[in-house]
């Protein structure tokens, strides 16, 4: 026979505890007569059909670890036959690609083509010396289980939406007279952006609040109904507050990318909006944090 698996098996007995995803109430035991880094074969008296989703315990003395993984083929052996041919199945691990793709819906890879276009973007170094083009971001690292918006629990994100620094406010006369004037070489620089809000918390409070809870982290959550799609480009105009809680004339600018949109009936009811995740913000954040530390 030919060996199809891309890594040969070793023998190995582990104790094995397993039960189908979604019923964790009901545990059934074996052991590996064999193992690989691409899956194993548990010997059992209760086999999992072919194709079924299992977690997994393997352990032995005081290691082991946990997975996933889909039974590739199973074999319910007569009870007659048990002490010829046992009863058992083989299981192949799932990777962390297939675990974060059941996970999170959607094309992962758009994020990446989203990352490319906003680098190719940013200014280049052979633009003349009064070009001075923004650090670039840093690159994040994602856990296998944490969303595409890094950190943004549906916990959190009700919390954001609560904020009213998180609540973007239609720009007015008044306010796009205060804001700075920008020369028209400054905005023939940056290109124009798929969507541009405006956001003032009232009090330092809750500018430092926000501060913390997000911008320090390269992200922020908008609470909005607007459509959109991942990674589609975001100016933020934040307004800054004063010590006095009245909006003052100065404001900061930050620009970033959409991660993650959440709308009405998906399975975070009560969120709706977007997941930024801001790009060369270091300068912002270093003006803001300033405004709190000297409030």
Known sequence: MVEKRSFGRKPARLKVRFWRAGSPDRVFTGYTTNISRSGCFIQTEHPIGTAG?????????????????????????????RQ??????????????????????????????????????????????????????????????????????????????????????????????????????????????????????PTIERLAALYHAELQKD???????????????VRVELVLPTTGGTAASKSVELHGVVRKQ??????????EGLGIKLLNATSAKKTIGTLIANA
Not at 194 to 201: K, L, M
Not at 219 to 233: D, N
Request: with cysteine; charged share 25%.
């Open 84 to 201: 010829v041919k046992p009863s058992g199945m083989g299981v192949r691990f799932l990777t962390i690609e297939e675990l974060v793709r059941a996970v999170v819906p959607g094309n992962l890879d758009a994020h990446d083509s989203a990352n490319k276009a906003l680098k190719e973007r940013e200014p280049s170094d052979d633009q003349g010396p009064d070009s001075h083009p923004a650090p670039k971001p840093e690159t994040p690292v994602v856990s296998p289980r944490i969303t595409d918006f890094e950190a943004a629990s549906p916990t959190a994100m009700r919390a954001a939406s609560r904020h009213p620094a998180a609540r973007p406010l239609p720009p007015t006369e008044q306010q796009q007279a205060q804001s700075e004037p920008k020369t028209a070489a400054a905005k023939s620089d940056q290109p124009k952006p798929d969507h541009a809000f405006r956001i003032a918390p």
């Open 219 to 233: 992200r922020l959550f908008i609470p909005s109904s607007k459509a959109s799609r991942v990674g589609a480009t």
């Open 262 to 271: 959440w709308s009405k009936g998906d399975r975070t009811p009560n969120i």
């Open 53 to 81: 989703r299992l977690q997994l315990e393997l352990s032995s003395d005081d290691l082991g670890f946990v997975c996933e993984g889909v039974v590739a083929r199973s074999i319910k052996a007569p009870y007659e036959l």
